[in-house]
């Protein structure tokens, strides 16, 4: 069956020309009559070229193109995807005895707009960011278990809270193939125990693994605070590191549980480790200041639209603040911001400013990223949403 098609208004093809995959509504000459959301469509260009074709959605993203010079996804189109993708993961090295976590699929970044998938172990976690994803998960969950080498078994279905609520889709979380066995994961052979059911995201933050092994690298003898801590992943890298003492702070008593887990399943018993449920702007404000000479900041997202962006970098400022007013003289500071409406230029200027109001003299160690499973497309700059730098505090 041939896709209905959409024609852009003249000139509004040159992003794509770029391969840059969004096409944005104010960039559309007509809709055709009956189009529904999660729509496979053609978008031809002013002049009748074909310039690919993609889903179709409400708002201001109005298509997301899937395939560049074609009228129709080619049958196999998903399979094709993931056996790229699956490819990347094993150049990168990422599939090893002791490392069965990575991200999989990462939308724009895999030319799979819309699909997010995390492994753990042999369960794929599956989120969908558009109608279309939706509607495509049956053929997504069976590309994946049939896809060679994995040894996927389990597709656990997670969108609840990742569709746009204007499609009125009412997704469910389930299962699309297998079901529950087991969520103990490894990465770079430390255990996790990864709750997809009910964490946040796919349940584990897995593009902090590289910035993780680095802090490990600089734990050894020092008292380490991590603030936002979640499932505990410095936490339990800053042990295996040699810290001293480490401190993890959630407001969610749920988290803390869970970071406690997660260090008892790597170092049962070890008494250098301590949680604390409570808010972290109070902790940094009531903690002693030279307590701590290793901090982490990885707070949720404090700006995830444009409407929130100066709240989100005041909040910045304030939290990074906080920490150089308190942090040890000769302390490390690693912090981040997920916001992807933050610019990298945004966010250094935020931490900058916070250095200067409080007075420290701060040095540049590292600036980081999100890892190599986490790719972003060359025509696709939106996708590096992960910031992060590692500072050095006299």
């Not at 000459?29 to 889903?55: K, N, R, W």
């Not at 298509?63 to 056996?83: H, K, N, Q």
């Not at 193939?177 to 933050?205: S, V, Y």
Request: glycine share 10%.
């Amino acid at each position: 069956m041939e896709n209905k098609i959409i024609r852009l208004k003249k000139g509004k093809e040159e992003s794509l020309m770029r391969r840059h995959p969004w096409v944005f509504s104010g960039a559309i000459a007509s809709l055709p009559e009956g189009l529904e959301e999660g729509e496979t469509v053609c978008v031809l260009s002013a002049a009748g070229d074909v310039m690919g074709c993609g889903h179709y959605q409400i708002g201001s993203i109005a298509v997301r193109i899937l395939d560049f010079g074609s009228e129709t996804l080619p049958a196999d189109f998903y399979a094709r995807r993931l056996r790229s993708a699956f490819e990347l993961r094993k150049t990168l090295g990422l599939i090893r005895p002791d490392n069965d976590c990575f991200r999989l699929v990462h939308g724009e970044g895999d030319f799979v707009p819309g699909l997010i998938v995390d492994i753990y172990g042999d369960t794929a976690v599956v989120q969908a960011h558009s109608p279309g994803i939706h509607f495509a998960r049956q053929q997504i969950a069976a590309a994946l278990t049939e896809l060679p080498g994995a040894g996927i078994r389990n597709v656990y279905y997670k969108s609840e809270t990742t569709l746009p609520y204007k499609a009125r889709l009412d997704p469910e979380n389930e299962y699309l193939a297998g079901g529950f066995d087991g969520n103990i994961a490894t990465e770079n052979g430390l255990q996790f125990n990864i709750d997809w059911m009910r964490g946040q995201k796919t349940g584990f933050f897995v593009d902090q693994r590289e910035n993780r092994m680095l802090l490990q690298h600089y734990a050894k003898g020092r008292k380490v605070l991590n603030m936002f801590c979640y499932t505990g992943g410095f936490s339990v890298y800053a042990m295996r590191g040699g810290a001293l003492s480490v401190d993890s702070v959630d407001s969610s008593a749920k988290a803390a549980s869970l970071t406690d887990a997660n260090i008892e399943l790597n170092f049962p018993g070890d008494p250098r480790h301590r949680t604390f449920a409570t808010d972290a702007f109070k902790f940094l404000a009531d903690m002693e200041s030279d307590e701590y000479d290793l901090i982490v900041l990885d707070p949720p997202a404090f700006a995830k639209h444009r409407n929130a962006l100066k709240n989100g970098l005041l909040g910045y400022r304030k939290l990074n603040t906080r920490a150089f007013q308190k942090i040890k003289s000769g302390g490390i500071l690693f912090t981040f911001s997920c916001s992807q409406v933050v610019t990298k230029e945004m966010f250094r200027l935020a931490v900058f400013s916070a250095a200067a109001q409080s007075g420290r003299k701060v040095r540049i160690l590292h600036q980081l990223t999100q890892p190599a499973d986490h790719p972003i497309d060359i025509s696709h700059p939106e996708g590096e949403y992960l910031k992060g730098l590692v500072l050095y505090v006299e």
